[in-house]
């Protein structure tokens, strides 16, 4: 292309002086006439390639190479004026300037663009699929722009943008050819095969509208991950996947105070219990991102440790990691971590949290949960740690399970610990279920819809409040940074989730239809199970802090003294056979519930 540019650049100061004078160039001004041929496609030669112009693939060049190149050739027009207004090597008449100027960049540019064009994927192929773009923003013209530039199976034919201004234009080369609201009648005139959803920025309610008006044609519909998830990532046909789940839950990003967090964390020594686990592990990523000193990942299962440890030293932490395999009920063995590591921030999220299994299991739900809380809480305060946040559920409240009833129990322990340490912030934070973490029904529900259904679900009328692991997990950091000891933190879990709703969602983004291709089936409440959980004892002692995401209630004193509440977790631990029992003696407000149960009681 360098020698195409030295050849155009030198026609150019020929037409200048060919048609400022005439066809055959006079004899008095060739001599001038070659300087300046020289001079000129000298000048464009040598800014294009220190500009980097022959290294641009220009059959997959987009605006912004363009752009560069007028940019480039304006720079070398002027340093040939200039050049020539000082050394004066060639008589110029202002006209024969203007035209040499305009025809270069004429021809320089045209053959930039022929290029391009001569390698344009025609319209015409019938084999690729036709693809609408939802969103004629920054994202949807570089998706735009890169499905035009390969030869994948999507064909680009035209945007939909809710702005007015966009609508009737061309962008990328595509039309803009109506709004959201026109997307089942535009796919239809179009016969469109693929939708695209090129909103980063959307939120959850959004793209959930757009599902729910696609759902029904029989598309395939693709999304451009979230902001969040591209992370300066670059914008290209890759990036593309199916709509998941949690893009339609309607939550809103979660902005922290990276100031007050990073205030705790920087430099500190930090233990997360139940490091392996789905929040654990996320606690431990998003803790590494704020500079602590050291983490320590203990974990009671050697495996989950061992993958996570893998995970974090491919992405190359930065920050010392200790793994201890230990279990948290043990206090011969947290004793030996906390006199040997002296941890100044704990999160403890290390618990067993599966309702049904735990309804037969009651002594070692209060072993890990119960126990384990106020081992972990006691070596904290005797080796003066400065904060612990235990990582608590709306289960605890009313409790009508075992998992519930012990987490309550777990709160209630870490209430005493704070008045037996002061010099230690002991916090808890308590929110619902959380998508795709272990145990929750999305995975159930995928590996059913995978086998072909049926999908159970409990009740028609179950409800739960969902959040996304690192929603809640950047919510319980942002707690722990709020907290001065004694505080419950409640998450702000937006509106509870009907499942069988969600069951249907599920199928669908699958590809089926619920009850026709996969069937539901009712199976019935189980045993500690409610129609909906609850997220307050007493919602008047609620208040809002400066997160608006974040609630918080001081932990309401034990009903049972010390000594009573100790005496029957440690009777409990060698009598299971009167674990439940001793159990609702700690948790008077624990009701087993074995059939139907009903939400109400002291709710929220």
């Known amino acids: 292309m360098a020698v195409l540019d030295i050849l155009f650049l030198s026609i150019a100061a020929y037409l200048g002086y060919a048609i400022r004078l005439s066809l055959f160039i006079p004899e008095l001004y060739l001599p001038d006439c070659l300087r300046a041929a020289l001079a000129f496609s000298a000048s464009g030669a040598a800014v294009f390639a220190l500009g980097g112009q022959y290294r641009i693939l220009w059959t997959q060049a987009g605006f912004e190479d363009y752009l560069r190149f007028t940019k480039l050739y304006v720079l070398a027009a002027l340093f040939f004026f200039f050049a020539n207004f000082v050394w004066r090597f060639a008589l110029l008449p202002r006209t024969t300037l203007a035209i040499l100027l305009f025809s270069g960049f004429f021809f320089c540019s045209g053959l930039r663009v022929s290029w391009r064009l001569a390698h344009e994927p025609s319209p015409a192929q019938t084999s690729r699929q036709r693809t609408l773009i939802v969103g004629a923003g920054e994202a949807g013209i570089l998706l735009a722009r890169d499905l035009l530039r390969n030869s994948g199976d999507l064909l ?10 966009k609508i009737g234009k061309r962008v990328a080369g595509l039309d803009v050819i109506g709004d959201t609201e026109r997307l089942t009648e535009i796919i239809g005139e179009q016969d469109i095969g693929v939708v695209l959803i090129a909103i980063p920025s959307a939120l959850g309610r959004k793209i959930r509208s757009l599902y729910d008006q696609l759902a029904p044609l029989g598309v395939k519909v693709r999304i451009l991950p979230s902001l969040r998830e591209l992370a300066g990532g670059y914008i290209s046909v890759n990036r593309l996947r199916s709509v998941k789940l949690e893009d339609l ?328 056979e009167s674990a439940l029992s001793l159990l609702c003696g700690m948790v008077p407000e624990y009701a087993p519930r074995s059939g139907v149960a009903s939400p109400h009681g002291s709710s929220s």
């Not at 680009?156 to 201004?165: G, K, L, R």
């Open 249 to 576: 839950l309607g939550r809103d990003p979660v902005t922290i105070d990276l100031q007050a967090i990073s205030g705790y964390l920087r430099g500190r020594r930090v233990l997360v219990t139940g490091a392996g686990g789905s929040i654990g592990s996320e606690i431990v990523r998003q803790v590494i991102r704020n500079e602590p000193g050291e983490l320590l990942l203990l974990g009671h299962g050697e495996q989950s440790i061992y993958l996570l440890m893998e995970a974090l030293q491919r992405e190359g932490p930065g920050v010392p990691l200790h793994p201890i395999i230990a279990d948290v009920a043990d206090e011969t063995a947290v004793e030996d971590l906390f006199r040997r590591w002296r941890p100044q921030v704990i999160f403890h999220a290390a618990a067993h949290k599966h309702v049904p299994l735990m309804e037969s299991c009651p002594r070692e739900a209060l072993r890990v949960n119960a126990l384990g809380t106020r081992t972990v809480a006691r070596a904290a305060g005797r080796r003066g740690a400065e904060r612990m946040v235990l990582i608590s559920t709306d289960k605890a409240v009313n409790p009508s399970s075992v998992m519930g009833a012990t987490k309550r129990l777990a709160e209630k322990l870490l209430e005493q610990e704070q008045r037996n340490y002061p010099s230690t912030a002991f916090m808890a934070v308590r929110f619902g279920n959380v998508l795709g973490s272990r145990g929750s029904v999305i995975p159930k529900f995928e590996l059913q819809i995978a086998a072909g259904g049926p999908v159970t679900v409990t009740a028609p009328r179950m409800k739960r409040y969902f959040m996304l692991i690192p929603e809640a997990v950047s919510l319980v950091i942002q707690a722990g940074a709020m907290g001065r000891g004694g505080e419950l933190f409640v998450l702000d879990m937006g509106e509870p989730v009907v499942i069988t709703e969600m069951a249907e969602l599920l199928i669908r983004l699958h590809g089926y239809e619920p009850y026709r291709d996969i069937p539901i089936v009712f199976t019935g409440i189980r045993p500690g199970e409610k129609l909906e959980e609850e997220l307050f004892y007493e919602p008047s002692s609620v208040h809002p802090t400066s997160h608006p995401k974040v609630f918080t209630a001081h932990l309401r004193a034990a009903q049972n003294s010390e000594a009573e509440l100790n005496d029957r977790l440690e009777r409990s631990m060698t009598h299971p």
């Open 156 to 165: 680009p034919v035209a945007f939909v943008d809710d702005d007015p201004q």
